[in-house]
């Protein structure tokens, strides 16, 4: 699903056009994106939760070369999703 499917379908759900929806997505998603830079984790019930995590300075290896190197510190977004939208997934399956 793109940023474009999802107004198309907010605009066929709410019945606003699309010149409407489309700011509203963008904000969503600008704000969700401040909030994780802030290190602020953002919670969505019933849907699950994003936490950017930090992680330490390691010793990796060149999958290619085999030369060991430094891969350092960063952070890597996670998503958990809530045990409801867990149940409704495994339903389908």
């Known amino acids: 699903m793109t940023k474009k499917d999802l107004v198309e379908m907010l605009q066929d ?3 606003l056009p699309a010149s409407h929806i489309a700011p509203i997505v963008e904000t969503i998603l600008e704000l969700t994106k ?5 290190g602020e984790p953002v919670k969505i019930s019933g849907f699950g939760q994003f936490v950017a995590k ?3 300075e390691r010793l990796g290896r060149n999958p290619r070369t085999g030369e060991r190197m430094i891969i350092p510190a960063h952070k890597v977004l996670t998503f958990k999703p809530s045990k ?3 149940n409704k997934i495994n339903q389908e399956t």
């Open 13 to 15: 759900k709410v019945g």
């Open 34 to 38: 401040e909030a994780l830079e802030r």
């Open 54 to 56: 930090e992680k330490a």
């Open 84 to 86: 409801l939208l867990r």
